[in-house]
């Protein structure tokens, strides 16, 4: 837009120039100030069609001043810079009405691009949202890449929504942290948090375990019992490893998006379902599609707005400062403060690390815990690398672990994400037929599809085998193997 009339305010002269150069060769009115004062004089005259200010300013904060903007002038757009960098930056910027967020260093193009796009949208507003209380030292992500700047600004245009996100990314990553900066920073802050690994519920359990169960629906209901969607309501319900539900799951879950309420297993009335949906998997839920494990429709529902986690390895201008905060963290813990010299931070940012974030905290805190020295060498880096078994790429699996020990892993994961609560009633009854339907169906695979056979392998009557087979919905192929 032609003739528009910008307002610059930033403290550094070389950027002043440099942008009021980009803006002035492509037909725009500039004036530019080192100053907040001489912005504010401007803009309470009435000066200006779009305003572009630094956060930190030698006289007052940027984002302040951008508040007491949007009083007197709601419809003035302003675009916000920042070499500060952090998501709480972002936030509070999208919090107080800013068009945009652009971190320093930032792309001349694009700042370009943004501002015809704010001329463009001039008269729209925008709602400040709901100011959030969280502290610069609470923040939940940490990095200051080019990778982690998008996301933040992502995050920022999210928090006011009650959009579906979908988070993807590898094992490590933090897709949980993103999940809780949604809701923490979001309209739903007042409400719960409530997640849900997908992976570490049997698949018998997973529908009582969302919806909650009325008493008498299945053997073991002695009472009613809450589900996931009721206990988040008001809040956000976090579904992690979604690709890991099953796919009679799948669709009741689907039914909930479309219609927007659920109900109770054993129930009849309808529950209005009030929650916000994050979803987040490390798997390739379009793969998953391609062979009949996902349904598509679901897809769709859930990845409204996808957001991608880059790995630890696409990211390495952050290792510093993850391991800065999880010295700082260990030390709040009671673990002695050290620190990490440069060839053992070098050491650190070369590294790939498979596990990711996760694996880069792991061995933060062992580097604490076991070794003396106060300031922590190369020589420890390379020891502790060479011995980590995700260092050569190859899983860990205890290849002398029973069915029991197996069963009782799997349980305690379960158990584990309840957290503080109990899982719902008729756990028993549940968990045995769990473990009752991979038997049978690979005991039929192993007949070739024969009943006769199978139930005199797995010692039972053969009309009681049949009966166990309709229950448990198992498919019986004849001759299949």
């Keep these: ?80 810079m920042s070499a500060q960098n952090t998501l709480l930056t972002a936030v509070k910027a999208s919090e107080r009405g800013a068009f945009e967020y652009l971190p320093k260093p930032f792309d001349l193009a694009e700042l370009v691009q943004v501002v015809n796009k704010a001329l463009m949208a001039r008269g729209e507003g925008r709602v400040p949202a709901e100011k959030s209380e969280i502290s610069e030292e609470e923040l939940p992500l940490i990095g200051r890449s080019p990778a982690m700047q998008e996301i933040y600004r992502v995050l920022a245009r999210l928090m006011a929504t009650d959009l579906t996100v979908m988070i993807a990314g590898e094992s490590g990553t933090g897709k949980e942290l993103v999940a809780r900066a949604l809701h923490d920073y979001g309209k739903r802050q007042k409400g719960p948090f409530v997640a849900v690994n997908m992976a570490a519920i049997p698949r018998e359990l997973i529908e009582s375990e969302l919806f909650g169960h009325e008493k008498g629906a299945f053997t073991g209901a002695t009472a009613r019992s809450s589900g996931r969607f009721e206990q988040a309501r008001g809040g956000t319900l976090f579904l992690d490893e979604i690709g890991d539900m099953p796919i009679e799951a799948q669709t009741r879950l689907l039914r909930v998006l479309q219609e927007g309420e659920y109900t109770t297993v054993g129930g009849r009335s309808s529950i209005q379902a009030d929650v916000r949906i994050v979803a987040a998997t490390h798997r390739d839920l379009r793969q998953l599609i391609r062979q009949g494990m996902f349904r598509e429709d679901l897809f769709y529902r859930l990845n409204v707005v996808p957001i991608r986690l880059p790995p630890l390895r696409e990211r390495k201008e952050d290792v510093a400062d993850l391991v800065r905060h999880f010295l700082t963290v260990a030390q709040k813990e009671g673990l002695p403060e050290k620190s990490i010299d440069g060839a053992a931070m070098q050491r650190l940012t070369e590294y790939n690390w498979p596990g990711n974030i996760r694996e880069l905290e792991n061995l933060v805190k062992r580097l604490v815990a076991l070794y003396s020295e106060e300031v922590i060498g190369a020589a420890a880096i390379d020891v502790e690398l060479s011995e980590s078994p995700a260092a050569a790429g190859e899983d860990v699996v205890d290849r002398s672990e029973n069915l029991s020990d197996a069963v009782e892993r799997h349980l305690r994961t379960y158990f584990a994400a309840h957290s503080d609560n109990l899982p719902p009633a008729g756990l028993h009854d549940r968990i045995l037929r769990e473990v009752e339907r991979p038997l049978i169906m690979l005991s039929l695979d192993a007949t070739k599809g024969n009943q006769l056979k199978a139930a005199s392998m797995l010692g039972l009557n053969r009309n009681t085998l049949r009966k166990k087979i309709r229950d448990l919905g198992i498919p019986v192929v004849r001759g299949a193997r």
């Design 1 to 80: 837009m032609n003739n528009a009339s910008i307002l610059i305010a930033d403290d550094d002269q070389a950027i002043r120039t440099v942008l009021t150069q980009a803006l002035t060769r492509i037909g725009m009115d500039v004036r530019s100030t080192g100053t907040a004062a001489s912005l504010w004089q401007w803009v309470e005259r009435g000066d200006g069609d779009l305003v572009i200010t630094d956060v930190v300013m030698p006289d007052e904060n940027g984002l302040d001043l951008l508040t007491r903007i949007r009083k007197i002038r709601p419809d003035l757009r302003v675009i916000v």
